[in-house]
């Protein structure tokens, strides 16, 4: 089976629209998508601090393309999208070390990965206070006592942080990252194209 690999972070507005339009292209070509849950902050930290700077020193008409651009994607994709969200950038890590617990059941994880996309960047909610999180578990089917629980657990915080270094080592730099066929990589919702070519040359 075809797999694409996509390392992505919640608090990325161009992963929400990724993690939305991914899933019917993948199932097109019949691909398995392997999540593979980062936090984006360590990237930019380590390979990509040009990200701070340009939000410290915006350059206005660029800025104001972006965000046009942002809300163009976003109803080509059919998705309401705040933007920018009340709190931005928002600490995304407990929500992350969460897909991260979930990883083995992946329908379980992408709808809780839903969710939080969807509180985040569609209502505007601070993904980082439990108690936003406490009813996304629930409604995702989740204990919200033995989810915190299991996000709190050093395996699972290391984890994180070696899917982030691992990303780095492959060549990352940001939210979404996706690879087909192990190696060929591709970053951003607006790849999606060449992700399609992609699994269009493995037949």
Known sequence: MKTI???FDCSSPWTYLCFHNLQPLAAEFGARIRWRPIL???LF????PSVYAARENPV????????KSLNDWAALAGLRIVNPPPVFPVNSVKAMRACLVLQDDP???TDFAR????AYWGRGEDIS???V???IFRAAGLSPETMFEAIGRADIKDALRGNVDELIARGGFGSPTMFVGGSDMYFGNDALPLVRQALQRQG
């Open 5 to 7: 690999e996509c390392f």
């Open 40 to 42: 984006v902050g360590g």
């Open 45 to 48: 930290n380590t390979v990509n």
């Open 60 to 67: 206005p008409v660029k800025a104001a393309w972006q965000a």
């Open 107 to 109: 329908a379980r994880m």
């Open 115 to 118: 969710r939080v996309f969807e």
């Open 129 to 131: 206070q439990d108690s």
């Open 133 to 135: 999180l406490t009813p």
